[in-house]
């Protein structure tokens, strides 16, 4: 038995894509999702999406981590899977399609996806960092300098440790690197390390430095490893509505993986 699928990267996030509108793929097979991520034994990749039928909206995406296992809102796994229907033909260039967090909208620019992300009215602060969802849990520090950091111990301390321990939670440290411009990484929490971009970590970071005062801005730029994505967003009376992620989302190959059902190996 094979396996259609397609490889996006959204500044440097890369995801599998299955066209799942026929519903053959197994949701609940969570070795299969871990295998086709697996970036050498299977086709690699920080996540895997399937594409399904929306009774109201024009698609819905079901994302899934590295590990397997389903989980929250990706902000450049959803940049991508607008690329993908529009790939499809199931859109143009415009969408409103359901995620797990609810329902996005969003606009296609040649290579450049705006995504609608869900509007922020709850930031816990502690002494040194920032906690919120932006469609997934962040944790979000401001720090001088960010490049020598060890993303990988740090990021894993701070996200298994007592506080997030129940849920985890995606860690981000940003430095500012001119006005309303700042450099970010960030550990994901479900591929275990630090991946190139993360789009909700991204808009996290962005509402984050505007509510420690870091910017005055409504428009902010992040600089990721894999490239800048862009946030916007209107606040008011302590909400921080009309969320907008942009970036660019591209197709990478598409390719056939072969499954040996019976035997339960990929």
């Not at 949701?27 to 399904?52: M, Q, S």
């Not at 630090?194 to 970071?205: D, F, P, Q």
């Amino acid at each position: 038995m094979t396996l259609n699928f397609y490889k996006y990267q959204a500044t440097g996030n890369d995801f599998v894509m299955i066209d799942n509108r026929s519903q053959l793929f197994d949701k609940n097979d969570t070795k299969l999702v871990a295998a086709l991520c697996d970036r050498r034994f299977g086709i690699g990749a920080d996540g895997l999406i399937l594409l399904e039928n929306s009774s109201n909206y024009d698609f819905e995406m079901v994302y899934f981590n590295a590990d397997g296992h389903q989980s929250s809102m990706c902000g450049n796994g959803g940049r991508s899977i607008v690329a993908f229907a529009k790939h499809l033909g199931i859109i143009q260039n415009s969408t409103r399609f359901l995620a797990v967090d609810g329902p996005h909208e969003a606009r296609v620019k040649n290579t450049t996806i705006d995504l609608k992300m869900q509007s922020v009215s709850e930031i816990h602060s502690a002494s040194d960092y920032v906690t919120l969802n932006t469609g997934s849990p962040h944790y979000v520090a401001f720090k001088s300098e960010i490049d020598a950091l060890d993303m990988k111990k740090e990021g894993s301390q701070i996200r298994n440790s007592s506080f997030f321990k129940d849920e985890g939670i995606n860690v981000n440290f940003v430095s500012k690197l001119r006005q309303n411009t700042f450099g970010i990484r960030t550990y994901e929490r479900g591929v275990e390390d630090e991946t190139l971009s993360c789009g909700t970590g991204a808009t996290a970071a962005a509402i984050a430095m505007h509510f420690m005062k870091k910017s005055s801005s409504d428009n902010i730029v992040l600089e990721t490893k894999g490239g800048a994505l862009h946030v916007s967003f209107h606040y008011a009376d302590g909400v921080y509505s009309n969320v907008w992620l942009s970036g660019a989302a591209n197709l990478v190959f598409q390719g056939v993986f072969s499954l040996n059902i019976e035997s339960n190996e990929y």
